[in-house]
């Protein structure tokens, strides 16, 4: 082999090797951008999460106030006992559906 081509050799792998560092750099820069929208939106969940979380300790309380008033929240009237066990699985089924959509 001759100088030459040794030297043209050496060259075509730095050549090769170049492109491929050009490569990983720009996959590297694509895969920052991405990771970075993701924890942005990972942020602006979990601010959304705590304002949910919020409000439904606001409604449980104020549910909570109603039921243990004197009057309850259909009024004077009492309801049964299956009717309140009725309301009270739909609602743990309620709330069950909100925490699976926020956890998901």
Known sequence: MGEGSKYDLFLDE???LEKQIY??????SELMEA???LNNRIILLEKE???LKKKISEIELKV???LFNDENLFGSE????????ALKSKIGELIAKIDYHLRS
Not at 23 to 28: A, D, L
Not at 78 to 85: A, C, D, M, N, S
């Open 78 to 85: 009492t309801i049964k006992l299956e009717e309140r066990e």
């Open 35 to 37: 990771n970075q929208a």
């Open 14 to 16: 730095l050549n090769a």
């Open 64 to 66: 909570s106030k109603t």
């Open 49 to 51: 999460n705590d304002i």
């Open 23 to 28: 490569y990983f750099i720009q996959k590297g």
